[in-house]
Structure formats: structure tokens, C-alpha cells
């Protein structure tokens, strides 16, 4: 006999967990299912070389919002960041440029290669964190629809602009950085393409894009919108990423949660136009009134809801919703630690280099992005290497280390072969550009797990192994994610709501998703 909860939460991700928490805490039956065998979607730590805990996807906190932290009460479940260092990034001839939240640290840094750069950053950072502050308020909103097709869509958004009249005057602002380049964003501040490289490599970090992409610029803000202190906001978790979800599991299992794992849902029931419960791989049954839907937009509504039962537009807008990834992520057992050849630690003011970003110049970043966007592997590819257990003895054996390799490009679709045979070449790839960094790195690994876009894909179902769920371009943000019309969270199916990385504000281990989701859903409940 089927059972009954209040609410359902499908996929256990940081981000359903924290949709489950906040649901049962305010008085629901929560279950929430997940297809795998350990909670936390992207957010996991596992063994996967025995002896080593890696974070297999996500590698690093920034986005973690702290009203999550405080309501959620994680650090009395574990939770607990330690710190990364400044970022470090070699550039040829044994050179280096380094970047802090100490905005006079990056000015020496900047310095060495132009005095106008220097000068000018105290006033662009300034400039960038005006747009940054307004966006951090905007994470936490539910986006109203603009069309305003009826009377309480018109009465949300004349509300929502009433409470953001004064940002009218910095309006430009946010269309430049919604639909310039990077480098041009850039290169109006910077004359040098060792600084604007610094901070132009984020607009790759997960995105199908270069530098020299319009609209590129936004995904350098949504990198540093993080409020934890650090190089750019990031840091390390105490027993990797997954401590974020374990923390965020317990805090909703003393609120009455219940999580099963291999748990896979194939399909969302539903009754003349309402969902009524959802039905397992295994032809169980569970019944709710709400359901709430982590996984990825894709997969939620063109597999397991009949399209017929959806409005034909938003079908339309749902399958053009751009999720082509061409990031990659291995992870590496090793007996020591990168020894970059261009680190001197009294000069670069830090002990260690923990974060470091390999991609020294915009024309480097291009190339990358140039050899992926006609199918093929980046043959210098940008790698972010960050090394958890300079901080972190939890992860690996004493004396040994962990090492964790994100970049790009590895286009999901290849034009030559596929990655059952290419992967190898991916591996030589970037173990080159790291050898190059760091001599003789590679001949000290011990293990390593490589992760293509159809392995992230295969493992935590985001569509194309995309890690923010979708791009994050101006036509998929805010009141256009994942669709027009119906970016509050809700659906077209009464009961059925979105609380994963495929809706506002998108991906990254933020929780604020999760969060905004189970708000809309309590305020329905109290309608």
C-alpha cells in the first residue's frame, strides 16, 4: 500500500536536502528519494581510491549562503570551512600573478606588470562589487513574471521593481555585465592580458564559453558572489564537499525527514492537472500533494511527466533549454603536492599555494575555448588544480595528498571518435599543462578518477554533465529560468515545484534554491 507524506523531494542533492529541511521544519512529512547510494548530488565526498576521500564534482565553497549556515544550524552538524589560500596562477618563463581578497596584496601583484592596472583595481572592485551586493539580494527573491498575465503576477513584479527603484540608476551596469565579453568587460579597466586573464578565467569555470563569448561577463560575478572570506570567496569543508550535505541531511533528519537512497523515481503521477505522488524504478508508490523536483529541468519534465500533459510552449522552451557542457573534473591520490616552479613563498605572501588556476593569458582561455567549440579535446587546456589536504587531514593517508583537477574544454560531443577512447588523451593533456607548472607532479600519482561530461552526466544526471544544471546566459537567468512564465519555482502542474540548479539563481553549492523553493511552497500552503 502506498504511503502518504506531505511532501516529496526527488533527489537528494544539496539542494533537495535543504528544500526538506526547511519544509519539515515547518511542521511537514518530508521523504525525499535518491537514485544513488549516498546523499548530496555534486556535494558528495567519497573513497574513491582506497584510502583517499575525494570531492568528486564540486571542489570548493563559496556560494553557501549564511543564512542557510545559521537557520540550519549546520556547524552543529558538522559543518566547518577551512581556508584556501590566495589564488596562485604561473604564467611562462617561471613568472606568476597572484589575486586576494587584500586588495593592496592584488595591487603588489598587479603592479609587476602594470602600474595603471594597479592603480585601478581598488576602483574596479569597488565598481564590481556595487552590481555584486544588488545580485546577492537578488538570490534570495522568488523572480516575478514580467509579462504579467494576470492580476497577481502584475501586483509581484510592480513589488519586486518598487523594491529595487534605486538600483534603476546603476541599470547599465548589469547589461554589460549580462551581455558583454569578459575580455571587453575587462579590457575597459585593464590594459595587461596576464590581469584580465585572472579574472576572466572564471567566465569558462563550467560554462560552454571563452572569454571573448558575449555574455561571458556575468559568470565572473556569479563566481565571486560568495560572501565566505577567501581568494575570491572560496574555501575548503572540513571532510570535503559532501560535509555540506551530510551537515544539511542531519539538520533535517532532527526536523522528521526521511531519505532513502536507490531510491530512483521513474515517473510523477499526477490526477487532472495535480500530482498526486510518485512511482519508484522498482513499481513502489509514494502519495503527496507536493512534490518538489531537484533534478534537472530536463529530466523532470520531457521524462518523467508525460508532455502531454504540459502546455506545448513550455515544452518547447524546456527542450531548448542549453545544457551542453565541457567540463571535466580528475581527481588524483598522490605521494606529494604540486612544487610549482614559480612559487616562492615569501614573495607570494602564503605558505602554500591551495588554489591555483593554470590559464595565463586571455589568448590562452580563447584557444582552450577554440578547440572544444569544433568538437575537439582543449589541447592546452585552463586547470584549476586545488590541493584540500594542505588544510584538510581527513581526505588521505599521512604524507600522502589529494589533488583535485577541474577545467576545460571537454566537449560532450567529440567530432573524431567518443570518450570511451579519448580519455586517455584528456588525461595527457592536462597532467602537460601541470607537469609544465609543477615538474615531475605527475610521476607521483598514485590513483586518479577521471570524470568527463556523459560520466557527470551518468553519475548525477545533470543533462550533458552541465554543473550549473543549464548555461548561465541573460535568455536562462532570473524570470527566464529554466522557462519563461514559470521561474517562481512552480509548474504547470498544480503541486509539482522546482528546487534544483535548473531554476533561479543556478548552480553552485549555494542552497538558495532549495531555500526559496520551500518558502513559495509554505506560502501556497498557507492560500
Known sequence: MAKQYDAIVIGAGHNGLTCGAYLARAGLKVLILERRHVVGGAAVTEEVVPGFRFSVFSYLMSLLHPKVIEELELARYGY????????????????????????????????????????IYPEFDRYLMDSVKVMRRLLLETPPDPSCRDWRSFKETAKFLWRYRRVCGKLFRFVDLLTMSADDYLSEWFERTEIRALLAYYASIGTFAGPKSPGSAYVVMHHVMGEHAGAGGWGFVRGGMGA???????????????????????????????????????????????????????????????????????????????TLSSAFKINIACERLPQYKAFDAQKCEMPYPTYVHLGPTIEYLERAYDDAKYGDISRRPFVTPVTPTFVDDSLAPPGKHVVNLFGGHAPYHLRDGDWTTRKDELV???????????????????????????????????????????????????????APHWADYRTPIKGLYQCGSSAHPGGGVGAVVGRNAAREILRDRRR
Request: charged fraction near 20%; charge should be negative; glycine fraction near 8%.
Open 80 to 119: 566547518q570551512v577551512l581556508p584556501a589560500t590566495d589564488m596562485f596562477g604561473p604564467l611562462p618563463g617561471g613568472d606568476y600573478i597572484t589575486f586576494s581578497d587584500d586588495i593592496a596584496r592584488t595591487q603588489r601583484s598587479f603592479a609587476r606588470f602594470s602600474r595603471k592596472d594597479a592603480e
Open 244 to 322: 555540506i550535505s551530510t551537515a544539511i541531511a542531519r539538520s533535517g533528519a532532527d526536523k522528521g525527514v526521511t531519505v532513502r537512497t536507490q531510491a530512483e523515481v521513474s515517473a510523477v503521477e499526477t490526477s487532472n492537472g495535480r500530482v498526486t505522488g510518485v512511482t519508484l524504478a522498482d513499481g513502489s508508490r509514494h502519495n503527496a500533494n507536493i512534490v518538489v523536483s531537484n533534478v534537472s529541468a530536463k529530466i523532470t519534465f520531457l521524462k518523467l511527466l508525460d508532455r502531454k500533459q504540459l502546455p506545448a510552449e513550455f515544452v518547447r522552451d524546456i527542450e531548448t533549454y542549453r
Open 428 to 482: 595527457r593533456n592536462v597532467l602537460s599543462v601541470l607537469d609544465e607548472a609543477a615538474p615531475g607532479f605527475s610521476d607521483g600519482i598514485i590513483g586518479m578518477q577521471v570524470l568527463t561530461p556523459p560520466d557527470i552526466e551518468a553519475a548525477i544526471g545533470s543533462p550533458h554533465g552541465h554543473i550549473f544544471h543549464g548555461e548561465l546566459q541573460l535568455d536562462q537567468l532570473f524570470w527566464s529560468r529554466p
